[in-house]
């Protein structure tokens, strides 16, 4: 079996993490100091969020020199010692490919700006007249140049240029720095929303009553994409042992096969947006900004169709929590008298299915959302489009933009990771880039780690059966009573072994009858966040976001 598909991945975001030189920003050596941590924790593979060389306009999601580590992270050596030590505590290092787009800062910008004859002119996508595409982060994603009086194409903010993979050059550029890395050690990548890496080059408008700058269809899944994966996979990929997921906005069960099928040679998998989309109001004129409640039976349907769908054919991703998603307590759980407890049954839910899991920093710890005024919050995202929807358009109220911002805003997932109840939570002696999540004092690290009934152990727990237990990593995956309202239970059978996990999402008390073929008396418990298992003939009487894996062998 693939390495990757019994690895837990712990995703980093280093700004955030550790911070060793009393900057502010989290750095490189603020990495190598937690692993012992992360081995504690137990799992396989780290990800790290882009560290290269950047302005820093999306939080080095805008890359000026790939193969250079920023100053504010560390040097080079740094990053080849993060790699070392990891490698002794078996831990693998996954780095962030940031290349549907570069910074403005980047050399091949700089040139390509200067002339329309500049040998890295066609790096970019030039055009004497802009279309109405939207960008990710507000407004047209064109920008005007005065030198050459043309646009150019930016689906991120203006310091973020699409690179045009049209250009054998620019690929071949992606080819080496990838290669550069993995000869230094790297054991994969994260490809930054790769499914937009082939343009349609005809760049047809959308209709208008999607409104002033739509984005859609046309943003992702063009019409070269997996020829470009099939080459970047025979050129790179097939040459190392390395892992890929690759970041796909516009997914769908069926074309996720075209990524990650077995026999597509292209990725080993890759994160789709569909099941955390389901709380957004499709199409919204606010774009994600507009957001409404979850409805359970949705959810498990939709990821009942994703197990499923890539069961044997290829295979899933398991997230809630990555940098650009809010915290998962707080999205869909309860984030105060059931902070515990529901993280424990999100974790549950998500690490008793198949595929890799992915760990978002403080997720293990149950970190919660933070609720900031509009000055004090940094990402881009949230700042343009408070400027663009609540003071320029004048679209929505400050309160209904500030009420989304608190339930989705990305920048609740960045606030510095919290060690302990120290000064800054432990995370920097200095002033710290983003605000605190004043929660440290009782959430943080230290007394994580003091309480063996805390959020971090169960998933320490859940890590551990993962790798001892290859059910986990192999069985199919059934729902078990889809129409229940409030139970999110579901089946994984290989051959005549089951598991059964069965969690209460809401906080009411709620009795679950175990109909069918299931007999509770076969099956004991493997894993719970009570103490105590009520049960009276087949059936469970769960008491608030309670969540028990069962097992029958
Ligand atoms: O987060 C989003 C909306 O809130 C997405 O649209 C997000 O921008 C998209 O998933 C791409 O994300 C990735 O690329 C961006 C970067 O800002 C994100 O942090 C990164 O994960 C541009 O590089």
């Avoid at 002794?88 to 200067?114: C, G, P, Q, T, Y």
């Avoid at 809630?320 to 993280?343: C, L, M, T």
């Avoid at 000055?375 to 009420?403: C, G, P, Q, S, T």
């Avoid at 089951?498 to 894993?527: C, K, P, Q, T």
Wanted: proline content about 3%.
């Amino acid at each position: 079996m693939e390495w990757w598909k019994k690895s837990v991945v712990y995703q980093v975001y280093p700004r955030s993490f550790k911070d060793t030189d009393g900057d502010g920003i989290g750095d490189i050596k603020g990495v190598t100091e937690k692993l012992d941590y992360l081995k504690d924790l137990g799992i396989d593979v780290i990800w790290l969020s882009p560290v290269f060389e950047s302005p820093q306009d999306d939080n080095g999601y805008d890359i000026s020199d790939y193969r250079k580590i920023w100053s504010t992270f560390g040097t080079n050596e740094d990053m080849y010692e993060l790699i070392e030590e990891a490698h002794n505590r078996d831990i693998k290092i996954v780095m962030d490919l940031v290349a549907n787009h570069s910074s403005d800062e980047h050399d091949w910008f700089v040139e390509s700006k200067k002339s329309k004859d500049n040998p890295y002119r066609d790096y970019y996508f030039w055009r004497d007249e802009p279309n109405n595409w939207g960008s990710f982060f507000s407004g047209s994603a064109w920008e005007y140049d005065e030198n050459t009086e043309q646009y150019y194409l930016h689906l991120f903010t203006k310091k973020q240029p699409d690179l045009n993979w049209e250009n054998p050059k620019v690929r071949q550029e992606v080819w080496d720095l990838m290669k550069f890395w993995m000869d230094k050690g790297v054991d994969g990548w994260r490809l930054d929303v790769i499914s937009s890496i082939s343009k349609h080059t005809d760049f047809p408008d959308y209709d208008e009553k999607y409104g002033k700058y739509p984005i859609g269809d046309f943003h992702t899944n063009g019409p070269r994409l997996h020829e470009y994966l099939q080459e970047m996979n025979r050129e790179v990929l097939s040459k190392y042992d390395c892992m890929t997921v690759g970041e796909a906005p516009g997914s769908t069960p069926e074309n996720a096969l075209l990524f990650c099928g077995n026999d597509r040679n292209e990725l080993n998998m890759i994160f789709t947006f569909d099941h955390m989309s389901l709380d957004l109001v499709p199409n919204s004129h606010l774009g994600k900004w507009e957001v409404k409640d979850l409805d359970l039976i949705e959810l498990k349907d939709n990821l009942n169709t994703w197990q499923n769908g890539l069961h044997r054919k290829g295979w899933n991703s398991l997230y809630f929590e990555n940098h650009d998603q809010p915290r998962i307590v707080s999205r869909w759980g309860n984030d105060d008298k059931y902070r515990v407890e529901s993280a424990k049954m999100f974790a549950t839910i998500l690490h008793m299915m198949q595929g890799t899991p992915y760990i978002y920093q403080g997720e293990e710890i149950g970190m919660i959302n933070a609720k900031f005024e509009i000055e004090e919050y940094d990402d881009v995202e949230i700042r343009n489009a408070y400027k663009d929807l609540v003071l320029d358009r004048k679209m929505v109220e400050k309160d209904k933009f500030m009420e989304a911002v608190y339930r989705i805003g990305r920048d609740n997932a960045r606030t510095p990771m919290q060690w302990s109840s120290d000064d800054n939570a432990g995370f920097t002696t200095g002033k710290p880039w983003l605000k605190l999540n004043p929660s440290y004092k009782e959430i943080n690290v230290a007394s994580a780690l003091n309480d063996e009934n805390s959020v971090f152990y169960h998933y320490k727990e859940l890590i551990k059966i993962r790798h001892e237990d290859d059910v986990v990593t192999l069985a199919d995956f059934r729902l078990v009573d889809r129409e229940n309202k409030s139970v999110f239970a579901y089946e994984r059978r290989l051959d005549d072994k089951s598991i059964l996990v069965v969690a209460n999402f809401y906080e009411d008390d709620v009795d679950f009858e175990l109909a069918g073929e299931y007999r509770l008396d076969e099956y004991s418990v493997l894993l719970s966040n009570y103490k105590e298992f009520e049960k009276e003939g087949n059936k469970i009487k769960l008491k608030p976001f309670e969540a028990i894996v069962l097992k029958n062998y």
